[in-house]
T-cell receptor, first 116, second 114 residues
Framework: KQEVTQIPAALSVPEGENLVLNCSFT??????LQWFRQDPGKGLTSLLL?????REQTSGRLNASLDKSSGRSTLYIAASQPGDSATYLC???????????????FGKGTKLSVKP | KAGVTQTPRYLIKTRGQQVTLSCSPI?????VSWYQQTPGQGLQFLFE???????NKGNFPGRFSGRQFSNSRSEMNVSTLELGDSALYLC?????????????FGSGTQLSVL
């Protein structure tokens, strides 16, 4: 059974610092891995999607990496800003036994606070 | 282009009642999935509909049901509400599969069961 774990559960950093959020998953049979951002009481916003054949994706100050063999992904945020404060979730889309796509399995998230 | 719309935004019910939540996907999106989010369990998949057919169902009791209409709008129903059903219910519409997948979430319906 696929499980997704995110460490740490919470992180507080001063503005301007570079930071790394971690995500691990137990089964390497995945179609893709996605990183989302969630603001309090709101829905999720997709940040980056990495296909299983890819190693990394970049968008602005965000860079996500994927090491499928070790079951790990990281989200790197450069030059953090107070507006980056939110909960960051990673999710994997498993590849089912029959080869079809399973549904997203989420980690519980890392709550990031960037202090001015 | 309007985003994913969920109504109502907040809902308060009592144990034993039933509730219906609504989700309108982005225009042109035919896939709608539902998730339950609680502080303890995080985000858990409920079910996914594509062109009015349920494609997948998560590990929830039969009290949770859903449907999708011909215009892709979806509803989920929870009967005989329990205190543990209090959660943020999120719906997502999806375009593309595999390499070009894009997922868009609504702001959710916050359900409180008293």
């Amino acid at each position: 059974k696929q499980e997704v774990t995110q460490i740490p559960a919470a992180l507080s950093v001063p503005e301007g610092e570079n930071l790394v959020l971690n995500c691990s998953f137990t089964d390497s049979a995945i179609y893709n891995l996605q990183w989302f951002r969630q603001d309090p009481g709101k829905g999720l916003t997709s940040l980056l999607l990495i296909q299983s054949s890819q190693r990394e994706q970049t968008s602005g100050r965000l860079n996500a990496s994927l090491d499928k063999s070790s079951g790990r992904s990281t989200l790197y945020i450069a030059a953090s800003q107070p507006g980056d404060s939110a909960t960051y979730l990673c999710a994997v889309r498993p590849r089912d036994y029959g080869g079809s796509q399973g549904n997203l399995i989420f980690g519980k998230g890392t709550k990031l606070s960037v202090k001015p | 282009k309007a985003g994913v719309t969920q109504t109502p935004r907040y809902l308060i019910k009592t144990r034993g009642q039933q509730v219906t939540l609504s989700c309108s996907p982005i225009s042109g999106h035919r896939s709608v999935s539902w998730y339950q989010q609680t502080p303890g369990q995080g985000l858990q998949f409920l079910f996914e509909y594509f062109s009015e057919t349920q494609r997948n169902k998560g590990n929830f009791p039969g009290r949770f049901s859903g449907r999708q209409f011909s215009n892709s709008r979806s509803e989920m129903n929870v009967s005989t509400l329990e205190l543990g059903d209090s959660a943020l219910y999120l719906c997502a519409s999806r375009t593309g599969y595999g390499t070009n997948e894009k997922l868009f979430f609504g702001s959710g319906t916050q359900l409180s069961v008293l």
